[in-house]
């Protein structure tokens, strides 16, 4: 365990304290270098990758890089090619393989460099049994600086991914032992960009990896689900025809797929499933076939799980909230905003309404800097360390360790499909506001979904937009920052609500606010969430924001505040609601003040209704009935 630990503090971390990214893990964009035109050889990772990343120890070592490779009795390896990214050159690299038991069978001394490298062997290597094999490279490592390992960072897929760091150079017949030899797949490391160039291997001719399923699972009783499942293939031969099973409720069902997906080329297969009337659970779904024949990587599997949607809630994801840490003294920070721009700009375009905090607090404070935001820091990292630049997205799990904040390296589009698999369980209906001589008090008003029986906490922040930088590193001219946290006006880990038959309301104590700080560039944002204590604290699924919402500073935001110039026409026809004109969210509300339905797709049973409207001019609330 102690060796374990050492690896993790070596490897792990997305922006550790020294310039906000991992001193370990580089980043670059660099076109493969390729032998004749294009490169060969069997591998897990896409050769064609246009950024590879590299993890070094900065400490004296020698670094081993392995894929793993089975049923390739008789054939015979002439070669491998490998990319490493910001490697100095190292003349005494060398090509290794290892059999099952970890014993070294074969090494030979090659050099090894920057980029890509094709390493051939002196003598080609014939295997002699279908057991397990790890083939790969070393490297040396120095205290000035440590030679990287490259890798895919697209694919986690655990037979692409060992490791291994001793401290003299492994020769024929040594052992390496656990304390040395490491599966990397649960450190997030990705694929290696290691590849075999092995003749007389039909078992690698088909085969392919189901790198990840996409769609929606949670949806109303009875209906179907289409969904995506990606194949890369990582054989030899192109792929003509898949088979994917998927297992739910005890029934393993198949779906077959005639597709034309290259070598290293990824592609994508429809699955449709009719999902059950009522219930929550785990698809689990796997690749089976390739070309008609079993595929070698048929037990690695890819789980979802799926909640059909009934009445009253939960409801799907229709607000997002962003947290975004920063400091004037990262000098990395500046290059993430556009990032974090076209984050909030893919969720608004994806229909999510979309709250915005920049806490500044990472591994430095600065001239905006609030308590409440350096008190959240270990329930957003899972530990006492700091990071920058970072963020957390309704603190969903989505670190290396399972907590909740991650470097700018996600695309917009990975984190839409992680919402749309989230839920949320309930809704603000009003943010009143009293300002007063420079002081404030809010009211926060809203509705749970049914079900929710946990105690709701609130956390409300005072926010300034357009607030020029005092002295931002790594920014030349001036630097501006947005929606800084300024003022919490709940407790930093939040608020307890107090909740009766569904509804939950909370008033916050007044707070005082700075006279200078621009009341038209502010606005107040609340959130809900579970509560966060220290039994809860690396319990990263319990900091999950239940649901957000922003509002204007010294804006009232009650359910008459729409002119009649641009109210909504709400009305009703077939069990249905129907709303004519522009708006931004809506709450549907029995007669007892239950939510009951947070879009106009919901079928209800006849009764009389509150509709409430969230619109760009205000809120609005509508009696109707439905026949």
């Not at 009649?564 to 029995?590: E, L, P, R």
Request: hydrophobic share 35%; aromatic share 10%.
């Amino acid at each position: 365990m102690k060796k374990f630990a050492y690896i993790l503090t070596l490897l792990l971390g997305f922006c550790l304290i020294t310039n906000a990214q991992s001193p370990f893990m580089n980043s670059r964009k660099t076109p493969l270098m390729k032998l004749n035109g294009e490169l060969e050889g069997f591998g897990y990772a896409d050769k064609n990758v246009e950024e590879v990343d590299g993890v070094g120890t900065g400490k004296a070592s020698i670094l081993g890089a392995y894929i793993q490779v089975t049923n390739i009795n008789g054939a015979t390896l002439n070669f491998i090619d490998a990319q490493l990214a910001d490697a100095a050159t190292d003349d005494n690299g060398a090509i290794i393989i290892l059999d099952a038991s970890k014993k070294v069978v074969y090494t030979e001394q090659k050099t090894i460099q920057t980029g890509y490298n094709h390493l051939a062997l002196s003598t080609p290597y014939k295997f002699t049994t279908d057991g397990v094999y790890y083939i790969g490279y070393i490297v040396h490592g120095t205290a000035a600086k440590g030679h990287p390992i490259g890798f895919d960072a697209k694919n986690t897929y655990e037979e692409g991914n060992y490791i291994s760091i001793t401290t003299t150079v492994p020769k024929v017949d040594d052992v390496l032992t656990n304390d040395d030899f490491f599966n990397t797949a649960s450190e997030n490391f990705g694929t290696l960009m290691v590849f075999l160039g092995i003749t007389d291997a039909p078992a690698l001719d088909n085969m392919g990896l189901l790198t990840k399923v996409d769609g929606n699972v949670n949806v109303k009783p009875n209906e179907t689900a289409t969904l995506l499942a990606f194949v890369r293939n990582i054989g030899l031969k192109e792929i003509t025809s898949t088979e994917v099973t998927y297992k739910m409720n005890g029934t393993t069902n198949t779906v077959n797929f005639d597709t034309n997906i290259a070598p290293d080329k990824l592609g994508a297969v429809p699955v449709t499933i009719q999902m059950p009337a009522e219930g929550s659970g785990t698809i689990e779904f796997s690749l089976t076939k390739i070309n008609g024949k079993d595929n070698a990587t048929a037990a690695y599997s890819i789980t979802k799980k799926y909640t059909i949607l009934v009445e009253g809630g939960p409801f799907p994801r229709k607000t997002v909230l962003i947290e975004h840490f920063t400091t004037e003294k990262c000098p990395n920070c500046p290059a993430a905003e556009p990032v974090f721009e076209n984050y909030i700009k893919s969720f608004k375009d994806a229909g999510y309404e979309v709250s915005t905090v920049e806490h500044h607090s990472g591994y430095y404070t600065d001239a905006f800097t609030v308590k409440g935001s350096t008190e959240i820091l270990p329930y957003i990292y899972g530990s006492d360390g700091t990071f920058a630049p970072a963020a957390a997205v309704n603190r969903l799990t989505l670190g290396s360790a399972g907590e909740c904040a991650f470097f700018p390296a996600i695309t917009s589009g990975d984190l839409i499909n992680m919402l749309g698999e989230t839920f949320e369980y309930g809704t603000i209906d009003d943010i009143v506001q009293t300002i007063d001589n420079g002081n404030i008090t809010v009211k926060v008003t809203g509705s749970l979904a049914k079900g929710f029986n946990e105690d709701l906490y609130l956390t409300a922040i005072v926010t300034e937009d357009n607030l020029k930088a005092v002295s931002q590193a790594g920014a030349s001219g001036e630097f501006i920052h947005h929606d800084v946290a300024r003022l919490f006006l709940s407790e930093s880990l939040g608020s307890k609500a107090t909740v009766t038959d569904g509804k939950f309301e909370l008033t916050f104590p007044t707070k005082s606010f700075n006279s200078n700080w621009k009341q038209n560039d502010m606005k107040v944002v609340v959130f809900g969430h579970r509560v966060l204590n220290t039994t809860t604290k690396t319990n990263y699924a319990q900091h999950e924001v239940l649901f957000s919402r922003s509002v204007p500073f010294d804006t009232a935001t009650g359910i008459n505040d729409a002119t009649v110039a641009t109210k909504a026409v709400v009305a009703s026809h077939d069990g249905m609601i129907h709303v004519g004109g522009q708006y931004n969210s809506i709450g549907i509300y029995d007669m007892g003040g239950s939510l009951v339905a947070t879009s106009t797709n919901t079928r209800l049973v006849p009764g009389v209704y509150i509709v409430k409207l969230n619109t760009e001019s205000g809120r609005q609330a509508t009696k109707i009935v439905v026949r």
